[in-house]
C-alpha cells in the first residue's frame, strides 16, 4: 500500500489548545490554593482578640465565609485538574464559573468604590499627625487595581479562552464520551447552576441570620419572611432543573421572578436605609455602628448602582429565551 503523501494529509480541522487547557487549569488550582489561603486567614481572625476600638468580630459572617470559600477551593482545584485533562465538562463547568467569577469582580468593584472611601475617612491617625493629601488616591488605586486584576482580568481572560471553538474541540477529541454538561447550552447551564446555588444557600443564610426581606417598601421579619425564604429556596430548585431541561415555563417564571425581586428590593431600599435591614437581619450593634460611620447605610448612589449592574440579567434572560423549547 502507498504512503499517504504530504498533500494528501487533511490538517486538522482546529487548533489543539492542551497547552491553554493545562496553563488554564493551573491558574484555577492556583485560585483554589488561594481560597484555602483565606479560609485559614479567616479562622486566624475568628481565633484572635478582638480590636480595643473597633467592631466585635462577627461569627456567623466569618464562619459562613469559611464555609464558601472552602467549597470554592474545591469546585476550583476539581476544575483545574478537569482542564489539565481536557474533560469536556471542565470546560463547560469553567466558562461557567468564570462568567460568575468575572459578573462578581465588576459588581464588588463598584461596592468597593463606595465603601473604601468612607474607610479612610474613618483612619485615626497617630497623634500630631496628619494623613498624606495623596493617601486615598494611592490606596484607591492599590484597591482597585488587585481587584481588577484578580476578578476582573483574569476571570476575563478565563472566559475568553474557554468559550473558544478550538479549546471545545480539543476537549471534545481527548474526551470523546459525551457528558452531562453537554445537554444544553452553556448560557442555560450557567443559570441552571447559578439558580441551583441559590437553592442551596438560601435556607442556611436564613437559619444564620434573622430572616428578613425587602417587600416593596417594608421589611418582612418573623415567621412570613421564614416562609417566603423557605418558598424561595423550592422555587429555585423547581427552577434549576426546569432550566437545565430547557422549559419555557421555566424561562417565563424566572424572568418574572427577576423582575418582581429587583423592583420590590429597588423600592424598598429606596425608602428603607440599609441600616434598618442589617438591624433586622441580627447583626450586632457595633457593626452597625462601623457601617453607619463609613455612611455605607444610608447610601442612595450604592442602590442605585448595585440595582443597575442587574439589569443586564433580564436583557441576558431575553437573550437566550431561543434555546428554551
Known sequence: ????????????????????????GIVLVLAGIGMVAMTALMAVGLAA??????????????????????????????????SILARRWARALALV????????????AVVIGFVVPG???????????????????????????????LFVIVPGLLVLF????????????????????DVCPPAI??????LALGAVTTLPM????????????????????????????GFQAWAAGATYSQKSSAWWAVLVATIVVMASSFVT???????DFYRAAGYQDDMIAAFERIGFGSSRSLVLWSHALLVPLVGYMVSIRKLFR
Open 1 to 24: 500500500m502507498d504512503e499517504p503523501t504530504p498533500e494528501s494529509v487533511q490538517a486538522p480541522a482546529f487548533k489543539d489548545r492542551h497547552a491553554g487547557l493545562i496553563l488554564c
Open 119 to 149: 474607610l479612610i475617612a474613618h483612619v485615626n491617625p497617630p497623634a500630631g499627625q496628619a494623613l498624606p493629601d495623596n493617601f486615598l488616591p494611592v490606596v484607591m488605586t492599590f484597591v482597585v487595581g488587585c481587584v481588577g486584576v
Open 189 to 194: 447551564l450557567g443559570l441552571s447552576l447559578a
Open 97 to 108: 464559573v468564570s462568567w460568575l467569577w468575572l459578573l462578581g469582580g465588576v459588581i464588588s
Open 269 to 275: 431600599f429606596m425608602r428603607v436605609d440599609l441600616l
Open 206 to 233: 436564613a437559619l444564620l441570620y434573622q430572616p428578613v426581606i425587602p417587600f416593596f417598601g417594608a421589611l418582612v421579619t418573623g415567621w412570613p419572611a421564614l416562609l417566603a425564604l423557605v418558598a424561595g429556596s
Open 49 to 82: 482578640p478582638p480590636p480595643p476600638r473597633g467592631p466585635a468580630v462577627d461569627v456567623r459572617s466569618v464562619v459562613s465565609g469559611i464555609v464558601f470559600y472552602l467549597l470554592m477551593a474545591v469546585v476550583l482545584v476539581w476544575l483545574g485538574v478537569g
Open 162 to 181: 474557554y468559550r473558544s471553538p478550538h479549546v471545545k474541540a480539543t476537549c471534545d477529541a481527548r474526551d470523546p464520551q459525551v457528558r452531562w454538561t
